[in-house]
């Protein structure tokens, strides 16, 4: 994505409801599905800031990658050094079976050969290690953010099933994410499609009135997590799968 991103990112995510929602909604998934202790390993492809994999030190040991100038000069004021990878989720410079779990959040979306990254993700898990990936949903949502965000596709809930073959992947969770705002979300980028120049201003650049953004995060957080209700679109989609153990 455009370098100003990082930056940008860098500004608003501690506290912004969308991507705080997201650490929380994420972190609860990792609990409920991946049984992670501080002998296990996760890999965040893609780490961006990091914010993400810092608030996990604590429960395991993390390791970070990407491949960003930008998104390097901040990790580093984060992490160890033998805590980065410089590399891509196409190529991890990892052996196979090394990690626990991986995190690929709102990462696959800007890869053009996500399959590859799908298999590589797969490589570098130890058999059971778990898989939890975000991506954003839906064509019909698509808008100056994608672009800006320089985002290859958006997605269905039957595409993104679909990178996790059944040979390879048990299916633990896959559902629509982000449901209450969709309506909003929905009319703002038709609005944005009208206007000749593109609108400049998102609402993910700037934190709500502390009242509603903690609102959104808890309705963001709360919705995400549910299970055995299958919500029919949303904003984002959120899928958990373990590498099968070969027989």
Known sequence: MNASEYANL???????????????????????????TRSSLL??????????????????????????????????????????????????PLPAGAVDCVTVLDVLEHIPDHQAAVREIHRVLRPGGCVVA?????????????????????YTAAELRALFADADWELVHLNYTNVAVFPAVWLVRRWQRGRASGAQSR?????????????????????????????????????????????
């Open 10 to 36: 860098d500004r608003v995510e501690r506290e912004h409801w969308y991507y705080a929602g997201k650490r929380e909604l994420v972190r609860g998934w990792i609990r409920r599905a991946a049984g992670l």
């Open 43 to 92: 890999l965040d492809c893609g780490a961006g800031t990091g914010l993400f994999a810092a608030g996990l030190r604590g429960v395991c040991g993390v390791r970070v990658l990407d491949d960003h100038a930008e998104s390097l000069a901040i990790l580093r004021t984060r992490f160890a050094p033998d805590e980065i990878i410089e590399g891509t989720a196409t190529r991890i």
């Open 134 to 154: 975000t991506v954003p949903a839906l064509m019909t949502l698509w808008g100056y953010w994608d672009t800006a965000l320089h985002h290859q596709r958006r």
């Open 203 to 247: 609402m993910e650049d700037r934190v709500p009135p502390r009242w509603l953004n903690g609102f959104l995060q808890w309705l963001f957080v709360r919705l995400g997590l549910v299970r055995g209700l299958r919500f029919p679109f949303g904003v984002s989609l959120l899928l958990v799968a373990r590498k099968r153990v070969s027989p």
